[in-house]
Structures are given as structure tokens and as C-alpha cells.
């Protein structure tokens, strides 16, 4: 079974209706019982949470996460001197522009006024 649709079952059961019919759960169930919803809730939070971190990775640039290397950060640094902006850098080194001024910053290399 795909997360997707685990998801929608569990929302579904966690507002107490049955995700085969579309009937609302009889308040015997013992799916309707206070502990249980709160189980399913704190499952669908946890299913969209990860829904949404691989859909953040799989927009994420490749090397997004990728450990940084003294020669990218020279290249880096030269990229800024030859007055590369990091938006224009980000491309070449396959990272978001806001990972590229940390990295100068920590380099100790201001880009406020590119």
C-alpha cells in the first residue's frame, strides 16, 4: 500500500468515517474511542510530515546536502570575485542560492550588496 493512500484512509478513520462506504463509524466502534482517534490523528500528522519532506527533497538541488569541499569553496570564492551573485552560483554548484551565502558568510565573505 502506497502512503497516499494510507493517508486518506487514516484521515478518514480519524474523523470517524468508514473510508469503504463514506458512513460515518458507529460510536461503538471502537475506532470512535477517545485514545484511538488520537492515535490515527498523531498517524496522519506523522504521514503528512513525511509526505511533505520528500516532496522539499525531491525539489531539493543534487548536492543539496552534499558535504562541501575546500575546492568548491575556492571556486565559490572566486565566483564571488569575478562577481557571480549566489543566485548565479547556485546552478553551477547545484545548491539553493540561501545555502550559497551561508557558505560565503562562514567563509567570511559578505554578498549584501550582490
Not at 504521514?47 to 511533505?52: F, G, I, K, Q
Not at 565559490?76 to 558568510?105: N, T, V, W
Request: hydrophobic fraction near 35%; proline fraction near 8%.
Amino acid at each position: 500500500m502506497e502512503d497516499l493512500q494510507a493517508l486518506v484512509i487514516l484521515r478518514s478513520l480519524a474523523i470517524g468515517v468508514d473510508p469503504e462506504n463514506g458512513q460515518f463509524l458507529d460510536p461503538e466502534n471502537p475506532i470512535q474511542r477517545p485514545q484511538t482517534m488520537r492515535a490515527l490523528a498523531a498517524a496522519v500528522r506523522a504521514l503528512e510530515r513525511t509526505e511533505r519532506q520528500d516532496r522539499r527533497r525531491s525539489l531539493a538541488p543534487s548536492r543539496a546536502m552534499a558535504p562541501r569541499t575546500t575546492k568548491e569553496d575556492r571556486q565559490l570564492l572566486a565566483g564571488l570575485d569575478a562577481g557571480m551573485s549566489p543566485r548565479e552560483l547556485a546552478p553551477k554548484y547545484q545548491r539553493r542560492p540561501k545555502a550559497i551565502r551561508a557558505r560565503l558568510a562562514r567563509l567570511g565573505r559578505s554578498t549584501k550588496s550582490r
